[in-house]
């Protein structure tokens, strides 16, 4: 579907109804092709009332994270100032990945309504159905290669302020995850290209589970419980307020990040986590480790207090025992 940008605007300059001779004209096009452009703006959820002899009047905006409208509210200097949408696509990681060797492409963001081909840690799958926000946000960090791997902690606070705006009690669970009430709501995905002491690109997926049926979804995934936005409130929320939230706070905490360095961004994580003094079991391809979660440590990874000492976990998954 082509963007609707030029067309909307010129409906939005009208108080009340607009005759369709009229906007035809102001948009320079044929009377068929101002139906059209009507037809494309409620696809993308705009509210437009027609009225025989009256003609059209927008009465309701979309809330779909469509860039346009991200444009009109976005207050950031780098995070999608250049966005790209796409209606379905196998997995915004991918083109954002392709983008990413650009030189300018620090902070272009993809997002997708749909994802075919959604992917989580270790190539496993992350299904996203529409009604999510699916998106990928490309960096070229100046930070050093060995500072990396503190990006998910940066995204994961980004993430958790914006779920916890509409109210809800999210929690951040090491490595990657926001939970509710131990239930996954969020995931986190990092992608980087780097050589020994310079990084060249980093891209960063996030998969918030917004308007989507949280059991559809779970009944897919062999019952695992997870859980979504909406589920959790009963109604829905917009997808544009909390994109627009969630690009804010990812800029907000890389730049913190960068001036005041990666111990205030993991100070900030643990306060928002709260698996420290838990007993976890961390499931490392098929190994299992038990112990009581005790720090976070300065390059992210997990200390983990067993029976036998304290081991340092860099990857995995945990289960906690709340
Ligand atoms: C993650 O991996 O949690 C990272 C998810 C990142 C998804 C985003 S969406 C935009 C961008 N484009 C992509 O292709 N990916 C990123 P991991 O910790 O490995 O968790 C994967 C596991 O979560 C799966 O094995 C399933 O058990 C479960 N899962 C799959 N879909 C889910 C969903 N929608 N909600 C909750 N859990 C899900």
Redesign the pocket.
């Known amino acids: 579907m082509p963007w609707p940008d030029v067309f909307l605007s010129l409906l939005r300059l009208e108080a009340g109804y607009v005759s369709g001779p009229r906007l035809a004209k102001k948009a320079g096009i044929s009377r068929s092709a101002v139906w059209k452009h009507i037809k494309i703006l409620r696809r993308y959820g705009y509210a437009i009332q027609s009225r025989h002899g009256l003609g059209y009047k927008l009465v309701g905006q979309t809330d779909l994270p469509v860039p346009w409208e991200l444009a009109r509210v976005l207050h950031t200097s780098f995070v999608g100032k250049h966005i790209v949408y796409r209606e379905t696509i196998d ?3 991918n083109l954002a990945i392709s983008l990413a060797s650009k030189p300018d492409s620090h902070g272009t963001v993809v997002i997708a309504e749909q ?1 075919t081909s ?5 190539d ?5 159905p529409r009604g ?1 926000i ?3 946000v490309v960096l070229r960090p100046s930070i050093p290669t060995a500072k990396i791997t503190l990006l998910p902690f940066v995204t994961g606070l980004a993430v958790y302020d914006t779920i916890n705006t509409t109210g809800l009690d999210a929690r951040l669970k090491w490595p ?2 926001v939970i509710i009430s131990d239930k ?1 709501v969020a ?3 990092l992608d980087i290209s780097a050589q020994a002491d310079q990084v060249n690109y980093a891209v960063i ?3 918030i ?1 917004t308007n989507v049926d949280a059991s559809a ?1 779970s009944a897919r ?1 062999d019952g ?1 419980k ?1 859980t979504s936005i909406s589920g959790e409130l009963g109604h829905t929320v917009s997808r544009l307020d909390l994109t627009r939230s969630l690009l804010e706070n990812i800029e907000r905490y890389y730049v913190e990040m960068e001036q005041r360095g990666v111990g205030t961004i993991l100070q900030e994580w643990k306060k928002r986590s709260d698996i420290l003094g838990r007993k976890v079991t961390v499931v490392q391809n098929n190994k299992m480790i038990q112990g009581v979660a005790a720090d976070v440590n300065y390059d992210g990874s997990l200390l983990v207090q067993t029976d036998h000492g304290v081991i340092n976990v860099v990857s995995g ?1 945990i289960h906690v025992s709340y």
């Open positions: 997995s915004t990681q994802q959604g992917r989580g840690r270790q496993r799958k992350w299904l996203s999510g699916w998106l990928s990657n995850d996954k995931g986190i995905l997926g996030i998969g589970n979804i995934l695992i997870i998954d």
